[in-house]
């Protein structure tokens, strides 16, 4: 079938992105889906920092691409072996797929998938499928979803069913940046009762870290980052105290548990120097591969403190999207204040540039 989708066509180009259109909207041809997969037409999709990497050349794919890796939709059809699945089903994509047989799966979220991360690297769906082709020539899936398009075909471990009453809006944000950073809350945390959470970077995972701790009921919770406006939203949404990086190492403000969500290593140095003793410190941002940070081996002895990583959110996709979508069901999680722009397709580029200066918290393309 014909779809029109936003394609990577180059990596690295300079910016504005606006005026060097590294992302071109044109139509492809989608192939149908093939045992275990399903075709979805796509009903809105989050612009995420994983994104903007690939755009940057921070994470380095295979181009062409078909970009978009947080999205929500409707069943249209389902292959050969899909029996759980209805057509006109609403589903969340959840950008590492698990085949549930491989060592990483057994941890119970704590690792990737490794069929999946080897699929997501290679620029193809989990069984080895690829289904984009433009002009005779093939294009390459993004992290096993590709939803910057009007239809996608994705593996059956990619999505998650949920009900009627949750708006594509916050079903596609439930996927990447509410999974990651809430998930991480929940998963690599899990906060006791009057812990302190402290949030540095406030794009959309770390905005829906802060929620998640204000939803689980944690000690204080504090946000960090350098815009303003960032910082006021956080204390509408439940922060108690906000400050900029600079602020919190004059004042040497702490606390138990630190989550690093901006993928920066001067985020991962205010994050783990703001870890108390006793504490942890978890990194979800992703950065540069060749970035570099400085700690102290010695704080992590002398005081008893552990740094871990957790990649999306430590989670089982299946088991952690249908409790944030109860919670956002109940009034806990407002998930929906994550979103702070609603666009077309047409403007993804200056979206990235949007995502790149730091003033969005999540862009959401409407279809």
């Given at each position: 079938?014909?779809?029109?989708?936003?394609?990577?066509?180059?990596?690295?180009?300079?910016?504005?992105?606006?005026?060097?259109?590294?992302?071109?909207?044109?139509?492809?041809?989608?192939?149908?889906?093939g045992p275990?997969?399903?075709?979805?037409?796509?009903?809105?999709?989050?612009?995420?920092?994983?994104?903007?990497?690939?755009?940057?050349?921070?994470r380095?794919?295979?181009v062409?691409?078909?970009?978009?890796?947080?999205?929500?939709?409707?069943?249209?059809?389902?292959?050969?072996?899909?029996?759980?699945?209805?057509?006109?089903?609403?589903?969340v994509?959840?950008?590492?797929?698990?085949?549930?047989?491989?060592?990483?799966?057994?941890t119970?979220?704590?690792?990737?998938?490794?069929?999946?991360?080897?699929?997501?690297?290679?620029?193809?769906?989990?069984?080895?499928?690829?289904?984009?082709?433009?002009?005779?020539?093939?294009?390459?899936?993004?992290?096993g979803?590709s939803?910057?398009a009007?239809?996608a075909?994705?593996?059956?471990?990619?999505?998650?069913?949920?009900?009627?009453?949750?708006?594509p809006?916050?079903?596609?944000?439930?996927?990447?940046?509410?999974?990651?950073?809430?998930?991480?809350l929940?998963?690599?945390?899990?906060?006791?009762?009057?812990?302190?959470?402290?949030?540095?970077?406030?794009?959309?995972?770390?905005?829906?870290?802060?929620?998640?701790?204000?939803?689980v009921?944690?000690?204080?919770?504090?946000?960090?980052?350098?815009?303003?406006?960032?910082?006021a939203?956080?204390?509408?949404?439940?922060?108690?105290?906000?400050?900029t990086?600079?602020?919190?190492?004059?004042?040497?403000?702490?606390a138990?548990?630190?989550?690093?969500?901006?993928?920066?290593?001067?985020?991962f140095?205010?994050?783990?120097?703001?870890?108390?003793?006793?504490?942890?410190?978890?990194?979800?941002?992703?950065?540069?591969?060749?970035?570099?940070?400085e700690?102290?081996?010695l704080?992590?002895?002398?005081?008893?403190?552990?740094?871990?990583?957790?990649?999306?959110?430590?989670?089982?996709?299946?088991?952690?999207?249908?409790?944030?979508?109860?919670?956002?069901?109940?009034?806990?999680?407002?998930?929906?204040?994550?979103?702070?722009?609603?666009?077309?397709?047409?403007?993804?580029?200056?979206?990235?540039?949007?995502?790149?200066?730091?003033?969005?918290?999540?862009?959401?393309?409407?279809?």
């Amino acid at each position: 079938m014909r779809i029109t989708g936003a394609v990577l066509e180059e990596i690295g180009r300079p910016r504005p992105y606006a005026s060097t259109t590294p992302i071109s909207v044109t139509e492809l041809e989608l192939g149908g889906p093939g045992p275990t997969e399903v075709l979805v037409r796509i009903e809105a999709a989050g612009v995420c920092h994983s994104d903007l990497s690939v755009v940057d050349g921070h994470r380095v794919r295979p181009v062409p691409m078909l970009l978009g890796h947080e999205a929500a939709g409707r069943v249209e059809a389902v292959g050969d072996g899909v029996t759980d699945l209805a057509v006109g089903q609403r589903v969340v994509m959840a950008f590492l797929p698990r085949c549930g047989e491989c060592a990483g799966c057994a941890t119970d979220g704590r690792l990737p998938c490794e069929p999946g991360s080897a699929a997501n690297n290679e620029g193809r769906l989990l069984h080895g499928s690829r289904h984009l082709v433009r002009d005779g020539e093939p294009v390459h899936h993004h992290l096993g979803v590709s939803g910057f398009a009007t239809h996608a075909v994705v593996d059956r471990a990619s999505v998650v069913p949920v009900d009627d009453d949750v708006p594509p809006e916050v079903a596609a944000v439930l996927g990447c940046a509410v999974l990651t950073g809430g998930g991480a809350l929940l998963n690599a945390v899990a906060p006791a009762p009057g812990e302190s959470v402290m949030v540095v970077g406030l794009g959309g995972v770390g905005v829906a870290a802060l929620l998640t701790a204000v939803a689980v009921g944690a000690g204080e919770v504090i946000a960090v980052d350098t815009l303003d406006a960032k910082l006021a939203l956080a204390l509408e949404l439940g922060a108690d105290r906000a400050y900029t990086p600079a602020q919190v190492a004059e004042q040497g403000i702490t606390a138990t548990h630190v989550l690093e969500c901006a993928g920066h290593p001067r985020a991962f140095e205010t994050a783990f120097a703001a870890t108390a003793p006793g504490g942890r410190t978890v990194t979800v941002g992703l950065p540069d591969p060749a970035a570099r940070a400085e700690i102290s081996p010695l704080t992590l002895t002398a005081q008893a403190r552990t740094v871990i990583g957790s990649y999306l959110g430590s989670a089982v996709p299946a088991r952690d999207i249908p409790r944030f979508a109860q919670w956002w069901r109940d009034g806990r999680l407002p998930v929906e204040r994550l979103i702070s722009r609603r666009i077309g397709l047409d403007q993804i580029n200056d979206a990235m540039d949007e995502l790149a200066d730091g003033r969005a918290v999540r862009q959401v393309i409407v279809f």
